[in-house]
């Protein structure tokens, strides 16, 4: 799927399913928490002096899947979270 605007390039789509989501969400939290923990659990990340280009590497990838994978909703979320003006707008209990 392609977005007007963006010659050539695949943006993830607008909404997704729950499953992938998940999985979406899941690689985005690993990620993170590899990446925050690491420096503090060195046992953690084996052999980090000679693998940590490759390591590092694994893990933006990981984490470019992941933000391809939880969709443009999920997108504008992160988006907003760095824009003041940004509300939220939660649908109805029963929308979900």
Do not use: C, H
């Not at 899941?26 to 993170?32: A, D, G, N, T, W």
């Amino acid at each position: 799927m392609k977005r007007p605007g963006t010659p050539g390039l695949t943006a993830p789509p607008d909404q997704v399913g729950r499953f992938r989501y998940g999985v979406g969400l899941v690689l985005f939290s690993v990620r993170l928490l590899v990446g925050w923990a690491s420096p503090y659990v060195p046992e953690f990340v084996p052999a980090p002096s000679q693998n940590r280009i490759l390591i590092g590497a694994v893990g933006d990838i990981m984490l470019l899947v992941s933000l391809w994978l939880l969709g443009g909703d999920f997108w504008d979320e992160l988006r907003a979270l760095y824009l003041p003006t940004a509300r939220i707008n939660l649908p109805a209990r029963g929308q979900l």
